[in-house]
T-cell receptor, first 113, second 111 residues
Framework: NAGVMQNPRHLVRRRGQEARLRCSPM?????VYWYRQLPEEGLKFMVY????????ESGMPKERFSAEFPKEGPSILRIQQVVRGDSAAYFC???????????FGPGTRLLVL | QKEVEQDPGPLSVPEGAIVSLNCTYS??????FMWYRQYSRKGPELLMY????GNKEDGRFTAQVDKSSKYISLFIRDSQPSDSATYLC???????????FGTGTRLTIIP
């Protein structure tokens, strides 16, 4: 059973470009979570999604960030008009149900030049 | 004040020593307490999970929770070089899916 998959593993963008991060949950998992890890800081919750629904987006910045988890395909975290402060590791986790163990992917490291 | 405080280290101990890692928290709504281990450039992996105050043991690892003082500990016995990683405490409110992570403690076991 493959674990949580994230791609790309590394992403370089120039200021003002868009970044798209993908997360494929573990097989049988319909709950996805996105966390961001800034240098020298702990992981910060961003958003929790269930298939086709955003359940909790209390950690999402108000502008430029959006997330989706369509009925088919991976979950996408989209960052528009990236700025240098967006440089971080973005981790996706999945669980089979609410309040179940969250399994993390290897992360996508975003560098904004 | 941060919801979860964790000494970032780094912490270096000789192989075979007992390691004590700690977190304090301020949110009384936290009911579930997780410890994750994160190797360099990898994603966090769940190490221990506890619900109530008290101890939980799993092999060389023991998780301890004291809700009255809002204090969480992870003990590693007979530490091995392969235990070298960053350890993250992650408490969780009941009915709330998001994990609130500490900054992590970077641990190095010296052979």
């Amino acid at each position: 059973n493959a674990g949580v998959m994230q791609n790309p593993r590394h992403l370089v963008r120039r200021r003002g470009q868009e970044a798209r991060l993908r997360c494929s949950p573990m097989k049988g998992h319909s709950h996805v979570y996105w966390y961001r890890q800034l240098p020298e800081e702990g992981l910060k919750f961003m958003v929790y999604l269930q298939k086709e629904n955003i359940i909790d987006e209390s950690g999402m910045p108000k502008e430029r960030f959006s997330a989706e988890f369509p009925k088919e395909g991976p979950s996408i975290l989209r960052i528009q008009q990236v700025v240098r402060g967006d440089s971080a590791a973005y981790f996706c986790a999945s669980s089979p149900d609410r309040q179940e163990t969250q399994y993390f992917g290897p992360g996508t490291r975003l560098l904004v030049l | 004040q941060k919801e979860v405080e964790q000494d970032p280290g780094p912490l270096s101990v000789p192989e075979g020593a007992i390691v004590s890692l700690n977190c304090t928290y301020s949110n009384s709504a936290f009911q579930y307490f997780m410890w994750y281990r994160q190797y360099s450039r990898k994603g966090p992996e769940l190490l221990m999970y506890t619900y109530s105050s008290g101890n939980k043991e799993d092999g060389r690892f023991t998780a301890q929770v004291d809700k009255s003082s809002k204090y969480i500990s992870l003990f590693i016995r007979d530490s091995q070089p392969s235990d070298s990683a960053t350890y993250l405490c992650a408490p969780q409110e009941g009915g709330n899916e998001k994990l609130t992570f500490g900054t992590g403690t970077r641990l190095t076991i010296i052979p």
